[in-house]
């Protein structure tokens, strides 16, 4: 089961497009966005002006991935799909909503309210942008890496646009702060989308070939984990074949950054270790996938041949993914 990347699109704290997440990696200059982040967006203001911020970060992240390729115009619009995950969705228009039932008055309960604070929304958005009618859907946790390329292989399409976005809630983020088992953690928002396909092509940025989970039980993002759990993790890099040149991790500054780095040094002593997450801190729901642009843009740029993605998502599932220069 082996999946393209084609071309990647990401909205960060610290990089918005391909060249400045290697830019970043690199060591060069970078102006760090406060929260919420500030983003320009090349879709036309009159397409998106009564969607939430949050359907805004993931259409303009998949509408960064599109510009930097024309491939999607040589496939059937039926045949592209779209997978993306979030740990909390429109947690702003869902609040919002929330507060509109509380306080009784049905009408202000209207349709275009209520369809802002579904998760799937980021996805209607971007298929209507595009005209995409291929399979779609919208995960709260696992792999959406992994599920993708389960829908190629099976030829449910062929071409994914897949990713994750997590929007900021300064209520929501503030009472996250107060979490023990984030303690250390800068939080922060983003989206990260790529292109996925079946086939390789003259501009393919690299493949993924291979997929690991297992559930710890619980987030370590929300809930500190026994050390029990470690097992768990040196059970899942274990099954990586050949060792990676470099593998992009979970660590976000927590106390789980102990756990996790001291399985992966002990099983590949000689990997280079990259934590993402220093630069665009802990997007909770999107870290996975931020992780995986970020390996992908190493990869293109000639920085390693075999890359080990890892990554928790808030329901408790570690995932990792295993990227390589093609």
Not at 210 to 220: E, I, Q, V
Request: hydrophobic fraction near 35%; charge should be negative.
């Amino acid at each position: 089961m082996k999946a393209y990347i084609e071309s990647i699109g990401v909205i960060s704290r610290c990089a918005q497009s391909v060249c400045e997440l290697t830019n970043v990696q690199n060591g060069g200059e970078y102006q760090e966005s406060a929260l919420p982040i500030e983003f320009d967006s090349q879709i036309p203001s009159a397409k998106m002006r009564r969607n939430s911020r949050y359907n805004k970060i993931a259409c303009t992240a998949a509408d960064n991935a599109l510009r930097e390729t024309t491939i999607t115009e040589t496939f059937d619009r039926r045949r592209i799909g779209t997978i993306i995950s979030t740990g909390y969705g429109p947690i702003v228009n869902n609040t919002q909503f929330a507060e509109t039932v509380k306080k009784g008055v049905p009408g202000l309960c209207s349709p275009y309210i209520y369809a802002g604070a579904v998760p799937n929304s980021c996805i209607g958005q971007i298929c209507i942008l595009n005209g995409f009618k291929g399979v779609s859907t919208v995960l709260t946790g696992g792999d959406p890496l992994e599920y993708s390329s389960m829908l190629l292989a099976a030829s449910k399409a062929d071409l994914i646009i897949c990713g994750s976005v997590e929007e900021y809630s300064e209520p929501l983020y503030n009472e996250l702060g107060k979490l023990d088992a984030l303690n250390g953690s800068e939080l922060s928002e983003g989206s990260a989308v790529m292109m996925l396909t079946r086939e390789k092509t003259e501009k393919t940025l690299c493949s993924v070939s291979g997929f690991s989970s297992a559930s710890l039980g619980k987030s370590p993002l929300l809930h500190k984990i026994e050390s029990g759990n470690a097992e768990i993790i040196y059970d899942i890099l274990k099954k990586c074949d050949n060792a990676p040149d470099a593998v992009f991790n979970a660590a976000n500054g927590t106390y789980f950054d102990d756990t996790e780095i001291k399985a992966i040094k002990s099983i590949f002593p000689e990997a280079h270790l990259v934590s993402p997450k220093k630069w665009a801190g802990e997007t909770l729901g999107c870290g996975y996938m931020m992780n995986t642009v970020f390996a992908a843009s190493a990869i293109r740029s000639g920085k390693y041949e075999k890359v080990l993605v890892t990554g928790v998502d808030l329901i408790g599932n570690y995932c990792t993914a295993i990227l390589e220069r093609t």
